[in-house]
């Protein structure tokens, strides 16, 4: 599977996530979990649906297991780090291991992804699989 096809779905799931969750905070006009809301849709939507963006327009790096890993290891940190960050704010302080985990896991993935586009030798414009226009 192309890691950008992977970003765009797992995109989309945690998005519908994230959605379902505001809509119980506001239902219940309990926001406690908030910072977890804020987390899941702006990592889990917002960052994975723009790699997505950025491994579609360069296909060398698409094609590659690292780009797959990278995707991969985002969307767990992801969840682990919401996970962990609703359990404090629900007042279980022993889950800050849990999102201590949760944040190395994006904060490395992140320094997968600068080596990934730092290394990337295609230009957009090489890569685009569109052709001019006549
Ligand atoms: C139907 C969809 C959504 C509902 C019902 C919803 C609901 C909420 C609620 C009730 C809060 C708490 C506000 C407060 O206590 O001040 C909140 C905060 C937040 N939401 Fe959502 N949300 C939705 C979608 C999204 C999406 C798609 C994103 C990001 C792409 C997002 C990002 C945030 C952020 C960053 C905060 C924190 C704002 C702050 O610090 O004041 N939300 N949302």
Redesign the pocket.
Known sequence: MFASSLSFRTAVVL?LL??VM??T??ASHD?SV?PA??HL??LG??SLFLYGIYYRFHPTIDSSRLALTQVIVWALGTVVLTVGVAALNLGKPQAEPIAVVGSLLILSDMVLFAVLVFRATDTVAKAARFEPAE
């Open positions: 998005g994230g959605i505001g809509i905070m506001a926001h908030m809301h804020a849709n702006l939507w917002v």
